[in-house]
């Protein structure tokens, strides 16, 4: 897989002369320059899609302090160096996965820091590898959202999407397809490259409907400092009916979170058993999204409308299964000849890192020809983020 081919994912279906110069729909919400800022470099990690936060403190709603030390996962992450203006072709490699990590609170460019693994020849590899017994040579992840497990011994789990090329000769379309989600087990203390993870396969995913879980993670529990802890952990999943994409969630208690029979799953009434009964509590999401508390005890849902649409919407509701209200457009990307080949996708909240009164929401910036803007313009691919007043949140 490339990332060429994986922004052509419905995009031509939705998007129209997007750019990375973006507008609010409501004039409230504001683009955080400190936060862009972050993650715009010139050496090693240079670029990547993706960005969950994960707190591994495992305090998932409690704002970050300057002890706290946040987690970011990427998909595709661009390796390499660059004088700010222009990329030459040798000068980059790109691997299919990365991390990096915060210390502290505040967007502070010295206090982060990038992690790949290494060929023996110190040439950039992804740090997570495929290696299941359904998993092939060639295969590989992207990362979905995780969380730590303060409720057992602390592990991280982060969902990672199992990608594989596809023969497209003489049929189209495209070149690599999703064939399973695994579950990546680090425990407590380990760091990159993680060589004393594990890699569980799991059943939460579906070919056929595109059912994929780990688009968002809820944890809902006392040791996360959730408002309502009711001790389960809510996994969300985009999955598609009749050609419509929408969201499903799921529920298990913390502590038997890797305990796959006992997931539930929620089919508009109650809590089943079987993932093919769970049915949409919202529609249009993005593969990748967040689900988040609001002071009040209401649930805010942040997505990008039609998955890679120029809009950047919130839904709230009254639990973590909703029902939701009216979709609010907060942020939408505006014409720019200059860059009419770039779009946005898979935006999300980060709770723990926004500041009090505000939502943080971060985004991720693509282009229809990345292979050829990103030579002229090499810090296309990072995420960018504006700020929703929780006041303008109805």
Not at 16 to 29: I, K, L
Not at 144 to 151: A, H, I, L, R, S
Not at 339 to 356: E, G, I, M, Q
Request: hydrophobic share 35%; charged share 20%.
């Amino acid at each position: 897989m490339n990332i060429a081919a994986y922004v052509l994912v419905l995009l031509t279906l939705f998007v129209s002369g997007c750019s990375t110069e973006n507008q609010p729909d409501d004039e409230h919400a504001l683009e955080d320059n400190s936060w862009n800022e972050l993650f715009i470099r010139n050496n090693g990690w240079f670029g990547g899609d993706g960005i969950f936060g994960i707190p591994l403190d495992g305090k998932e709603f409690v704002p970050a302090s300057d002890n706290t030390r946040t987690l970011f996962t990427f998909g595709d992450t661009m390796i390499g160096y660059h004088n700010g203006d222009s990329l030459g072709r040798e000068d980059f490699t790109m691997v299919n996965n990365s991390v990096g990590f915060l210390n502290g609170s505040q967007p502070d460019a010295s206090h982060i820091s990038f992690h790949w693994k290494e060929s023996s020849d110190g040439k950039p590899k992804a740090l997570f590898i495929p290696n299941t017994a359904n998993s092939k040579a060639g295969d590989y992840y992207w990362l979905g959202d995780g969380f730590v497990n303060t409720e057992t011994d602390s592990t991280l789990y982060i969902f990672a999407y199992l990608i594989q090329e596809k023969d497209t000769t003489g049929i189209g379309g495209f070149a690599f397809e999703q064939i399973g989600i695994s579950l990546l087990s680090i425990p407590k203390g380990s760091k990159p490259p993680y060589e004393d993870h594990t890699q569980l396969e799991t059943p939460f995913f579906d070919f056929e409907s595109e059912t994929s879980f780990g688009s968002a993670i809820y944890v809902n529990t006392k040791a996360a400092e959730a408002p309502n802890p009711d001790g389960f952990v809510y996994t969300y999943a985009v999955s598609k009916k009749d050609e419509v994409k929408g969201l499903i969630v799921a529920r298990v208690r913390a502590e038997s979170f890797v305990d796959f029979d006992k997931w539930q799953f929620w089919d508009g009434t109650e809590w089943s058993n079987q993932m093919d009964r769970a049915s949409f509590i919202a529609e249009h999401v993005s593969n990748e999204m967040s689900v988040s508390p609001l002071p009040d005890g209401r649930i805010v849902l942040a997505y990008q409308y039609l998955t890679m649409s120029p809009e950047i919407v919130i839904q709230v509701g009254t639990s973590l299964v909703g029902p939701f209200g009216d979709r609010k457009t907060v942020y939408r990307t505006t014409d720019d000849p200059s860059t009419k080949d770039y779009f946005t996708y898979n935006a999300k909240a980060f709770p723990h890192l926004s500041p009090k009164g505000s939502l943080l929401v971060g985004y991720n910036v693509n282009s229809l020809d990345f292979w050829t803007d990103i030579l002229s313009d090499p810090n296309l691919y990072r995420p960018r983020f504006f700020q929703i007043p929780l006041n303008q949140i109805k």
